[in-house]
């Protein structure tokens, strides 16, 4: 049977500098990984995409972050325990060096593949909840799509994913929130 889902999967700045051994290294990062395998792997999402920070040893943001994601490095890779297939389409973000980018629709090439590919709603998961993940949330709402943040695949920097204040901003700018074990019921 044809799959006729418009769902979209998008996967956040997975990778091994978000995760460990780095100045923006997340507490528990690695913890999401089972939950954002499984995603990836159920036939509810149409498609996946993955967005990578990827900087020149040069960026602007390292005078705030620190070095990370340097393009071609171990700590710009995703690590070897995420699931991963040739059909998962990569988008970069932080090419500019004079750009500090968190959302990916800042790669201008993201809306229009989405867009191509008929996608209607998108499910976002990744690092980190409160900074890449909640801006590329922000921009699917502008952009008109059903935004989801599927809160326990994502790890917050200064959020963890029961804060209710958090919440209830993250509803308040139109995105919805759910956990992994809703979409494994759905199917
Ligand atoms: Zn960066």
Same mark, same amino acid.
């Given at each position: 049977?044809? =799959? &006729?889902?418009? @769902?979209?999967?998008?996967?956040?700045?997975?990778?091994?500098?978000?995760? #460990?051994?780095?100045?923006? %290294?997340?507490?528990?990062?690695? /913890?999401?990984? !089972?939950?954002? +395998?499984?995603?990836?792997?159920?036939?509810?999402?149409?498609?996946?995409?993955?967005?990578?920070?990827?900087?020149? !040893? *040069?960026? @602007?943001?390292?005078?705030?972050?620190?070095?990370?994601?340097? /393009?071609?490095?171990?700590?710009?890779? !995703?690590?070897?325990?995420?699931?991963? +297939?040739?059909?998962? @389409?990569?988008?970069?973000?932080?090419? $500019?060096?004079?750009?500090?980018?968190?959302?990916?629709?800042? =790669?201008? /090439?993201?809306? !229009?593949? &989405?867009?191509?590919?008929?996608?209607?709603?998108?499910?976002?998961?990744?690092?980190?909840? $409160?900074?890449?993940?909640?801006?590329? #949330?922000?921009?699917?709402?502008?952009?008109?799509? #059903? *935004?989801?943040?599927?809160?326990?695949?994502? @790890?917050?920097?200064?959020? +963890?994913?029961?804060?209710?204040?958090?919440?209830?901003?993250? %509803?308040?700018?139109?995105?919805?929130?759910?956990?992994?074990?809703?979409?494994?019921?759905?199917?």
């Amino acid at each position: 049977m044809a =799959n &006729l889902s418009s @769902k979209a999967l998008i996967r956040v700045d997975i990778q091994n500098d978000f995760l #460990a051994n780095s100045s923006v %290294a997340i507490a528990r990062a690695q /913890e999401i990984i !089972p939950n954002v +395998n499984e995603l990836s792997c159920n036939s509810f999402f149409k498609l996946v995409v993955d967005i990578r920070d990827c900087h020149k !040893p *040069t960026h @602007k943001s390292f005078a705030k972050w620190g070095q990370h994601c340097i /393009e071609g490095s171990y700590g710009y890779n !995703p690590p070897s325990t995420l699931y991963v +297939n040739s059909n998962i @389409k990569l988008f970069h973000k932080g090419m $500019d060096d004079k750009v500090d980018t968190l959302s990916g629709f800042e =790669n201008p /090439e993201l809306l !229009p593949y &989405l867009l191509a590919q008929k996608i209607q709603s998108i499910y976002i998961v990744g690092l980190a909840l $409160d900074f890449c993940v909640l801006s590329t #949330a922000i921009d699917a709402v502008k952009y008109n799509f #059903a *935004t989801y943040i599927i809160l326990d695949a994502c @790890k917050g920097i200064n959020v +963890n994913m029961d804060n209710l204040t958090f919440q209830k901003k993250l %509803a308040s700018q139109g995105i919805k929130t759910l956990k992994t074990a809703d979409i494994l019921s759905l199917k």
